[in-house]
């Protein structure tokens, strides 16, 4: 399978327009201390499935709320799309779209969780400064001159050619986490603080009995009562037919690399979107750079349609692709260069896509007790938060006040292609 260079579909247009695995015991913790006395007497089993940060939001928001959850995971949380995104997060830049409320209460949610749970110090959340650049590759492929005269808004480290620089977001607009630190984080959190259990294994299906869940089963024959099942599935939901009867969600690969510059103090906190030109003929490209308060600094791009492996551990990056993020680095910065910045990760993962481009969110049509969250395309991150909040209000207390679910709601499908069986 090869994948294009040059991006069908990137990452940055998508945020323009609309804009080694951890793994846990199973067993059961359970604490006391924050669970109402009703809870405490009848905790809401509730089984959540796939742990990437929209299952882990989710089961974190439930078990702050006193249910008596079980995350199941394949692989190891945050181990896909979630451990190796961006982490970049925005105020606004949804506005003018079906998320605009979803993501604005998820920005303040991860103000508020970045307190609540020393974001700073446990998984690298900051607000930075977010530039848009252009800037042209070098068919000598030399490495960029310092002299080059540049804007003052633009900072020291982007020594590269860049042009007509422009502040696209502030430190009270748009911000970053660690992504992968972010959802293990929370998952410790809801482990350790609100008794949540972690469950690696492979859910096989969900059983329902007149109408309602029942439990779920997991490759091997594990059986789980539930009084509710949030599938949080990512890429991987239409694997499940009780899903894909309904919607489609397709996955569109993306690639990035993790470099460790020597000087990591001389990078500030400016995140850039860029509109690169490559010195061979083509498209430009929009990659994405962050620099991250670990001292790293990460690159994406290089998006593409392929086939999910049903192995979230099998997705590798294209090495055309990898390449070309190394070219980027390179043309950008001298210290983002071979022999300056150490390689920590080249790697790949899936976005996961629904057909109108706005994620499914609610209870699942004639299923009572089933739930989904998913299709969040490339804003997973920031909006893993106000999904989580509001599917435990769903699941808890019926609807959800955070935010209007109803634009999101999987029912929205229903009629558009036929149901099969479950
Ligand atoms: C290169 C790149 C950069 C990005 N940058 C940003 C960014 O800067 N900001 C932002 O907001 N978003 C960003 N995103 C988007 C974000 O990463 C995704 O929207 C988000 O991670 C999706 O989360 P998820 O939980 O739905 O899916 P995933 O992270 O894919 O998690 C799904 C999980 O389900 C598990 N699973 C699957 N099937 C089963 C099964 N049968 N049983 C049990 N478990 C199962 C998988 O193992 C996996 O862990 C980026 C994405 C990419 C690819």
């Known amino acids: 399978m090869t994948v294009s260079v040059v991006p069908s579909v990137s990452i940055s247009s998508f945020l323009r327009q609309t804009r080694n695995a951890r793994t846990f015991p199973i067993t059961l913790i359970r604490c006391s201390s924050s669970k109402s006395s009703t809870m405490e007497e009848h905790p809401k089993r509730v089984v959540v499935c796939g742990g990437g940060v929209i299952g882990v939001c989710t089961a974190y928001f439930l078990a702050k709320r006193g249910a008596a959850v079980t995350l199941v995971e394949k ?7 979630s451990g190796k995104a961006g982490g970049f997060l925005a105020l606004d830049w949804c506005d003018s779209g079906a998320l605009s409320s979803l993501a604005r209460a998820s920005f303040d949610l991860h103000r508020s969780l970045a307190q609540e749970l020393d974001g700073p110090q ?10 848009g650049l252009s800037i042209a590759e070098t068919e000598s492929q030399a490495t960029p001159s310092a002299s080059v005269s540049k804007p003052s808004s633009v900072p020291n480290w982007v020594d590269g050619p860049v042009r007509s ?40 299906s969900v059983e329902v009995e007149e109408g309602r869940v029942k439990s779920v089963a997991l490759e091997g024959g594990r059986v789980i009562e539930s009084d509710a099942v949030v599938l949080a599935l990512g890429p991987w939901s239409c694997k499940l037919e009780l899903l894909s009867s309904i919607f489609r969600v397709h996955g569109l690969k993306a690639h990035s690399i993790v470099l460790e510059p020597k000087n990591p103090d001389a990078i500030t906190p400016h995140a850039l979107f860029l509109t690169y030109h490559p010195s061979q003929r083509g498209k430009p490209l929009d990659p994405e750079v962050y620099p991250r308060p670990t001292g790293e600094v990460y ?29 980027v680095a390179k043309t950008v910065s001298s210290q983002l260069g071979e022999g300056e910045a150490e390689v920590k990760a080249e790697q790949a993962c899936f976005l996961p896509c629904t057909d ?12 009572r007790g089933c739930y989904v969250a998913t299709g969040h395309s490339c804003w997973g991150i920031l909006n893993g938060p106000a999904t989580g909040a509001a599917m435990a209000e769903l699941v808890l207390d019926g609807r959800a006040s955070i935010v209007d679910l109803t634009v999101f709601s999987p029912a929205r499908f229903v009629g558009r292609s036929r149901r099969g069986k479950v």
């Open 165 to 204: 620089p422009k502040t696209i977001g502030t430190p009270d607009t748009t911000a970053q986490v660690h992504p992968q630190l972010f959802t293990r984080t929370l998952i410790s959190k809801a482990v350790e603080n609100y008794g949540a259990e972690v469950v690696i294994g492979k859910l096989e």
């Open 299 to 327: 690159l994406c791009g290089m998006s593409a349609e392929e086939e999910v492996p049903d192995d979230p551990e099998q997705i590798v990056g294209n090495p055309e692709a990898i390449k070309v993020l190394k070219r």
């Open 75 to 81: 692989s190891a949380v945050a181990c896909a799309a």
């Open 122 to 131: 446990s998984y690298g959340y900051r607000p930075l400064t977010t530039l």
């Open 356 to 367: 109108d481009s706005v994620p499914v969110i609610g209870e699942v049509p004639g299923i």
